[in-house]
């Protein structure tokens, strides 16, 4: 199975901030990497497919990188509204596999 | 307009089976591109795929829990069923179902969820 592999898990940051989530996946997955941001008691909601595509509805502050078997979500100004936790997901290949979560705290 | 609403029962016995149903709506599980999956979320954890299907009838399971669900569809009623069997109190957690997109080229994403069911297991 694909191990996916988040850091930090968890992050303090501040209201205009520029953060950086990190996903390494245990192989090579290609560009099947997706982000979902949760907030509590609630379904989590897809950003970014594709590594890099961003969701339509989802803000331009949101956009998602690729290196090799590394992923990085980049908020580039936090909003007060961004504050949840973010979720990686591999769709390569089944079993599908989430990362850990990073938990965005003010 | 695209929904998913999960529902089933909110406590269940140790050992019991649990059924849990996803009934959709907004697009067919008859397209080529459209699955469901199946993922759950124990208190206070992360998320945790555990099964999908799609039009063809293409089924894949969770490694550590294969032996105890069975994914399944009913096209003409909209809807998917999730079982796992022999349910135990560390299988207590929010389940949710979600559609799985395969409509763009390169992607396979989650891209609509339902909110959720909350299922307690307890004697």
């Known amino acids: 199975d694909i191990q996916m592999t988040q850091s930090p898990s968890s992050l303090s940051a501040s209201v205009g901030d520029r953060v950086t989530i990190t996903c390494r996946a245990s192989?090579?997955?290609?560009?099947?990497l997706n982000w979902y941001q949760q907030k509590p008691g609630k379904a989590p909601k897809l950003l970014i497919y594709?590594?890099?595509s961003l969701q339509s509805g989802v803000p331009s502050r949101f956009s998602g990188t690729r290196s090799g078997t590394d992923f990085t979500l980049t908020i580039s100004s936090l909003q007060p509204e961004d504050f949840a936790t973010y979720y990686c997901q591999q769709s390569f290949k089944t079993p599908l596999s989430f990362g850990q979560g990073t938990k965005l705290e003010i | 307009q695209v929904t998913l609403k999960e529902s089933g029962p909110v406590l269940v016995t140790p050992t019991e089976t649990l059924t849990l149903t996803c009934s959709v709506s907004g697009f067919s599980l008859s397209n080529p591109r459209m699955g469901v999956s199946w993922i759950r979320q124990s208190p206070g954890k992360a998320l945790e795929w555990l099964a999908h299907?799609?039009?063809?009838?293409?089924?894949s399971y969770s490694t550590s829990l294969k032996s105890r669900l069975t994914i399944s569809k009913d096209t003409s009623r909209s809807q998917v069923v999730l079982t796992m069997t022999n349910m135990d109190p560390v299988d207590t957690g929010s389940y949710y179902c979600?559609?799985?997109?395969?409509?763009?080229?390169?992607?396979?994403?989650?891209?609509?969820w339902g909110p959720g069911t909350t299922v307690i297991v307890s004697s």
């Open positions: 979600a559609r799985e997109s395969r409509s763009r080229p390169g992607a396979d994403a989650l891209d609509m």
């Open positions: 192989q090579n997955i290609n560009n099947f």
């Open positions: 594709a590594a890099s």
């Open positions: 299907i799609f039009s063809d009838d293409e089924k």
